[in-house]
């Protein structure tokens, strides 16, 4: 593709097959667990056309080469399957609670040693890298959404020789391209906002080093954590409007967040897109836009704010993010989910609605 386009631009037209006479427009999904023998396919757990037009539709957007896996978590799976056996991950204290349970087994077995860190808190990341084999980033994180400087941690990651990995789910490849920043890896929960519609569950990664994309691939060939085709069709289906969809959705948070800034039972809200939140300059220095997810605090007790969630018409009371449909969610509802996560913090994830009614459903929510 021509270097220079817009990724609004690239988001609609990578990955799709050579404009040749009568050849399909985009990519259709391949329903075949194996192949005529003499091509690169070979068998079903090797490769679909479906998985590649994700794989390089995510690629030229991060500025790298992508995988596709089952499941965000089987993209993390793989990737901390990287960590030699006894090696050291230093991950934020405040992540993904999924990402965070599976390195915390991981210890529990001694497969590798966990050290946890406040991810906002550059100096103290970086003294924490030093001599371990890998620095997991999320940024801004799942539920807290707090951000990382990823430039600095990146550097400081490679200068201590621990292989960098930010969890981009949040950010988007749209808002954020960490490699470009001096990660190694970039991971996707594809599920999100990636595949926008709420209807599949996949994961991705995204490397410009040929070496970690062959360690991934292989891992991804024997663990068997493969998409099906029909989920990797839907998700390319749904990516190609991503800057669309992110567009309204972003600007419905921004807006949101002011309104619940301002209401009398709000005592925190942290989007990064509010001027004084502790997240702001990084987040504009390195992103191109704040995103679609925000939190908030009632300054109460967990009950209260679980009514709040089961209160709403319009917003969808579910896990899960990055749909056309706005959902909230009390995150301490899940056992899994960091203890330091106060109890009453809603996390909402805004969608394509039209802002009055988002707001007019939460603030009707707020007075139950
Ligand atoms: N990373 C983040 C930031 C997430 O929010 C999630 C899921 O919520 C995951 C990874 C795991 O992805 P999946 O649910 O697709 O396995």
């Given at each position: 593709m021509t270097p220079d386009l817009d990724p609004s631009t690239v988001v609609v037209h990578a990955g799709r097959p050579s404009?040749?006479?009568?050849?399909?427009?985009?990519?259709?999904?391949?329903?075949?667990?194996?192949?005529?023998?003499?091509?690169?396919?070979?068998?079903?757990?090797?490769?679909?056309?479906?998985?590649?037009?994700?794989?390089?539709?995510?690629?030229?957007?991060?500025?790298?080469?992508?995988?596709?896996?089952?499941?965000?978590m089987a993209a993390a799976a793989a990737v901390c399957d990287l960590v030699p056996v006894g090696g050291r991950v230093v991950a934020p204290q405040h992540a993904y609670s999924g990402v965070l349970a599976l390195l915390d087994q991981q210890a529990t077995t001694g497969r590798l040693t966990v050290e946890r860190v406040a991810i906002a808190d550059t100096e103290a990341v970086s003294a924490a890298v030093v001599g371990a084999d890998m620095l997991w980033i999320e940024s801004p994180t799942n539920p807290a959404m707090e951000v990382a400087d990823l430039p600095a941690l990146a550097a400081a990651g490679r200068t201590a020789g621990a292989t960098v990995v930010v969890d981009n789910t949040?950010?988007?490849?749209?808002?954020?391209?960490?490699?470009?920043?001096?990660?190694?890896?970039?991971?996707?929960?594809?599920?999100?906002?990636?595949?926008?519609?709420?209807?599949?569950?996949?994961?991705?990664?995204v490397t410009d080093s040929d070496e970690l994309w062959t360690a991934l691939e292989l891992r991804r060939r024997s663990l068997g954590a493969i998409p099906g085709p029909m989920e990797a069709f839907l998700a390319v289906?749904?990516?190609?409007?991503?800057?669309?969809?992110?567009?309204?959705?972003?600007s419905n948070a921004a807006f949101l967040a002011t309104r619940l800034q301002e209401h009398p039972r709000?005592?925190?809200?942290?989007?990064?897109?509010?001027?004084?939140?502790?997240?702001?300059?990084?987040?504009?220095?390195?992103?191109?836009?704040?995103?679609?997810?925000?939190?908030?605090?009632?300054?109460?007790?967990?009950?209260?704010?679980?009514?709040?969630?089961?209160?709403?018409?319009?917003?969808?009371?579910?896990t899960s993010l990055g749909g056309v449909e706005s959902m909230l969610e009390r995150r301490r509802r899940w056992a899994i989910e960091v203890p330091t996560i106060p109890e009453d913090l809603i996390r909402l994830s805004v969608g394509i609605e039209h802002?009055?009614?988002?707001?007019?459903?939460?603030?009707?929510?707020?007075?139950a």
């Open positions: 404009r040749v006479p009568d050849a399909p427009v985009g990519e259709s999904p391949v329903f075949s667990s194996t192949y005529i023998a003499g091509g690169d396919l070979g068998y079903g757990r090797y490769g679909n056309t479906a998985w590649t037009a994700l794989e390089e539709t995510l690629g030229a957007l991060e500025g790298g080469r992508g995988l596709s896996f089952a499941s965000g949040f950010a988007t490849p749209l808002l954020q391209q960490p490699l470009s920043m001096g990660a190694d890896i970039v991971l996707h929960s594809a599920t999100k906002f990636i595949s926008g519609h709420s209807d599949v569950v996949l994961g991705a990664i289906r749904g990516l190609r409007t991503l800057a669309l969809r992110l567009e309204r959705a972003q709000v005592s925190l809200v942290r989007y990064p897109g509010l001027a004084d939140d502790p997240g702001h300059a990084r987040a504009a220095a390195q992103m191109s836009g704040f995103g679609a997810i925000l939190a908030f605090e009632l300054g109460g007790d967990g009950p209260g704010a679980q009514r709040v969630c089961e209160s709403t018409a319009l917003w969808v009371h579910a802002p009055d009614d988002l707001w007019a459903d939460l603030a009707q929510a707020l007075k």
